[in-house]
């Protein structure tokens, strides 16, 4: 379900503040062709953007991690409404070699215990490697996304084409600090709120990993 974000996320300055985050709530749907009709989003114009980029997902966390660009990021999931819209937040942007911090990060993200030493990360490829193909709850799942940017209701969004193994998709996004907006722009191309599936589960699904994550991880309310 944004994510990717949208809107981008910060990257970390060593010995520097942080930039400040805003924590954005979110509604996204996956599914194999456009549940609506496509005129009723409004596309920005410009050629969309593409991208290849692995997510690698935990069977024991609903947190989105994923590497685009050769820079690890990872959003985490703050709350979920009752009816099902998320608010996530970012909490990490690194390049590789990963410092000890965002390596930190990494692992509880996961929600898996971190080793006694934790090792250095040289590049995506040596943590696929040596960590996540390893791990019977981790895995590695590589997509290539096509992007428009869209508006609707006063909400931004996002319409992505997407290669995953298995086949193509197309997924709808919207996202804002306002959950007002996000849910008013949901009712603008006429779908249900509760039918919010965010990009980690999704892919869980699609790929056939066990979801192990329980409500109270999730901060449902």
């Known amino acids: ?62 947190h989105n991690i994923k590497v685009r660009g050769a820079m690890l990021e990872i959003k985490r999931l703050q709350e979920r409404a009752a009816d099902g819209l998320e608010q996530w937040r970012p909490t990490a942007r690194s390049a590789f070699p990963l410092d000890a911090a965002t390596r930190v990060e990494l692992w509880d993200a996961w929600g898996i215990p971190a080793p006694t030493d934790v090792p250095v990360v040289a590049s995506l490829a040596d943590l696929v490697r040596d960590v996540v193909s390893p791990h019977s709850d981790l895995r590695s799942v590589d997509l290539v996304k096509r992007r428009h940017r869209v508006t609707l209701a006063g909400c931004s969004g996002e319409l992505v084409e997407l290669e995953i193994p298995g086949g193509h998709w197309v997924s709808v996004a919207f996202e804002d600090a306002d959950p007002a907006l996000v849910r008013g722009a949901v009712a603008a191309v006429a779908m249900d709120v509760r039918t919010n599936l965010n990009y980690p589960a999704a892919l869980k699904r699609i790929v056939g990993l066990p979801d192990r994550v329980v409500p109270e991880q999730e901060g449902v309310r």
């Open 1 to 62: 379900m944004p994510n990717e974000s949208i809107s981008p996320l910060p990257t970390s300055t060593p010995g520097g503040p942080g930039p400040t985050v805003v924590p954005r709530w979110e509604w996204r749907c996956i599914e194999r062709a456009l549940p609506f009709d496509r005129a009723r989003l409004s596309i920005t114009p410009g050629d969309a953007k593409a991208s290849g980029e692995t997510y690698l997902l935990s069977a024991l966390t609903p």
